[in-house]
């Protein structure tokens, strides 16, 4: 008798999964998933238990990428262990001021709609900053989803296609992801196709941060951008999460880095910008309620509901709360 390759994915979990190409279900076979439209008939590897859906004619990415166990976004043994030596002997600069308290109100809005919500986790290889009270709530099922495989990789996807049956999910978390796809529209429309009516977005993207991640990092957004991206949800809170200090920081690192090329001179300057700048951090503590902040903060977040509304533009300048108005910049000077 044949064994079932085993998938990490609760069976609760596969039952959800749709056709990236598709759309249509897909069903368990020995060692894939199997669309199951005749006209498509795409089938979908399973590799260490991690089903890889991604449609390959719309991604960047292919699937022999992780069949071969290609580097993608990031790769987890990158630094050697001088470099992490080196980068762990100082205080790290990176401070999310509301993360921790705005995942602990993300739990608590899903627990108060759904017995045991479903949670996609969109960038999940790895547990982002200040998810502990999400991901320890034992009756939530967090899925974990990347382009990449990491500790908490359960699916592999492409948020520009989710493998989702429309309107079956609870809840969709997207940290620190969406400035690394190619179009961040067509990613939020596809969260708002998987959510459930009145399922809930958490979203942190940046603003004032330097290239990271190399080649796969593409856009920044200012507090209104960020809300023009979600405008099809009704806002719940939205606001920056870390502030002008970690800006600064974030900038001084970069200068300084700008002028090493090689592993270890890196690693030897993030060293000593982080040991002459971590303290910049804790003026965000002071900052990031501060009007001010609307224009130069590190890093915006939005939490949402899914809305049957669309917030005009006209709607949206509205809500400007910074302080520069109208004034631009004199640049003739």
């Known amino acids: 008798m044949l064994m ?36 498509c008939q795409a089938n979908f590897p399973i590799v260490d238990g991690v089903p890889i859906l991604i449609n390959e004619s719309s991604s960047i990415f292919s699937i ?10 990031f790769n987890l043994n990158t630094k050697s262990k ?6 762990n002997l100082v205080p790290k600069f990176y401070l999310n001021i509301k993360t921790t308290k705005n995942y602990e109100n993300f739990t ?18 790895i547990l982002g900053q200040g998810m502990e009270s999400l991901s320890s ?24 296609d989710l493998p989702f049956e429309d ?65 099809k949800f009704e806002e719940i809170s939205s606001g920056a999460t870390n502030g002008s200090g970690l800006a600064l920081a974030w900038s001084y690192q970069y200068f300084l880095l700008s002028f090493v090329k ?16 971590f303290w910049l951090k804790y003026l965000d503590y002071y900052l990031i309620d501060k009007p001010g902040i609307f224009d130069s903060a590190s890093g915006y977040y939005f939490m949402g509901k899914k809305s049957d509304q669309v917030l005009s533009d006209r709607e949206l300048i509205k809500l400007y709360k910074g302080i520069r108005g109208g004034i631009s910049p004199d640049y003739s000077r």
């Open 82 to 87: 001088i470099t992490r030596f080196l980068i």
């Open 137 to 160: 709530a034992p009756s939530i099922d967090l899925i974990g989803s990347d382009v990449s495989f990491g500790s908490g990789t359960e699916l592999i996807c492409d948020a520009h």
């Open 262 to 277: 090689s592993k270890f001179a890196q690693a030897l300057v993030i060293a000593f910008a982080r040991f002459t700048s």
């Open 4 to 39: 079932t390759t085993k998938v990490k994915l609760k069976e609760s979990t596969q039952e959800l999964l749709r056709c990236p190409i598709c759309q249509s279900k897909l069903v368990l076979e020995e060692d894939h998933f199997q669309c199951t439209n005749d006209q």
């Open 64 to 73: 022999s990428d992780f069949l071969e166990y290609k580097s993608t976004t």
């Open 108 to 125: 608590e809005l899903l627990l108060k709609e759904n017995d045991n919500p479903q949670v996609l986790v969109l960038g999940g290889g």
């Open 167 to 231: 309107s079956s999910l609870d809840g969709v978390v997207a940290q620190a992801v969406l400035e690394h796809v190619v179009d961040p529209h067509k990613c939020v429309a596809e969260i708002h196709r998987v959510l459930k009516d009145n399922g809930l977005v958490y979203a942190e993207t940046p603003f004032m941060q330097q290239v990271h991640m190399g080649r796969y990092d593409f856009t920044r957004f200012t507090h209104l951008g960020h809300r023009r991206l979600f405008r």
